[in-house]
């Protein structure tokens, strides 16, 4: 009596899901969202695909700083315009902060090499731990990170802002230009690279609770996250008191964000569906592939 066999038959590749992650797509009419969300999660992107996405978020960025000549009016009239909300208000500590930083030549020169230089190292340090370490999380974090800077930009383009420093006649101080700082992008020829308008939503506030984020889903380890959480406590101090933010660009900072969350949700959601869908469109009758 001939036996058949109970093996089951090896699972068809979902055009566009990497050839490493087709062990773990299960077999036709076993599969789900979350199975298939986490099959295509599990391979790491090529590194020169994600250095293409940072070169092109730098390119879009250079674009509008190349229009910052035609905007300087605006921006600080938006600027003045925020001073004054802030004061309606009764929200405006950064004049308060700014001269009491200017008044500290050492703590002010720390915390504009902070403010410089942190921004860059904490964030791109977490998103490379992240491609290297832990691809299963690696995509929905980077397009979060992706879509904080694509609307952020869009507010630089649409409402350019001056940042405190900026409006000389409120009494501001550029601590980060009066420090002196090394690479600096203030003063020199590196000024000229920087979108000098650019203050409304705040990206350091952004990136550093998108770090905070990050840390969370990486380690449940206290220390680590008190550390975490105190970073973006830190950074909101800093961009206050060396004048480069306004206190409504930090809440525009985390609304941004909230935004970039969901929309980045919104993007693994498609992803998911267009792969469910190119599974279906393989299969035949009876749980059989196309070959």
């Not at 298939?36 to 940072?54: D, K, M, Q, T």
């Not at 969901?262 to 393989?282: K, M």
Request: charged residues 10%; glycine residues 6%; contains cysteine.
């Amino acid at each position: 009596m001939a036996v058949s066999s109970t093996t089951p038959e090896p699972a068809a590749l979902a055009p566009g899901l990497p050839a490493g992650a087709a062990a773990a797509v299960p077999a036709a009419g076993t599969s789900s969202a979350a199975q298939v969300s986490s099959a295509a999660a599990a391979v790491r992107p090529r590194w020169w695909g994600e250095l293409l996405i940072i070169a092109w978020l730098a390119w879009l960025y250079d674009i509008i700083n190349d229009f910052a000549p035609v905007r300087v009016q605006a921006a600080l009239a938006h600027g003045r315009g925020i001073l004054r909300l802030e004061h309606s208000l009764g929200i405006s500590p950064e004049l308060a902060l700014n001269r009491w930083l200017s008044a500290h030549q050492t703590l002010g020169a720390v915390l504009s090499y902070y403010y410089d230089n942190a921004h860059f190292a904490v964030t791109f340090g977490l998103l490379g731990w992240l491609w290297l370490k832990r691809a299963d999380i690696y995509r929905p974090l980077r397009n979060s990170l992706v879509a904080v800077n694509l609307v952020g930009m869009l507010v630089f383009w649409r409402y350019p802002v001056a940042p405190p420093r900026l409006l000389a006649s409120s009494g501001f101080t550029d601590v980060v230009a009066a420090s002196h700082t090394l690479g600096s992008w203030h003063t020199g020829s590196l000024a000229a690279d920087a979108d000098q308008y650019g203050a409304m939503p705040s990206l350091h506030i952004a990136w550093a609770v998108w770090c905070t984020l990050v840390v969370w889903r990486l380690t449940e380890n206290v220390p680590a996250r008190v550390v975490a959480v105190l970073y973006p406590c830190l950074t909101a101090f800093a961009v206050l008191a060396t004048g480069n933010h306004y206190l409504l660009d930090l809440l525009g900072g985390l609304a941004t964000l909230a935004l970039a969350l969901l929309l980045a949700r919104a993007w693994s959601v498609a992803d998911v569906t267009n792969l469910l869908r190119s599974r279906r469109a393989c299969t035949l009758p009876g749980g059989r592939h196309r070959p």
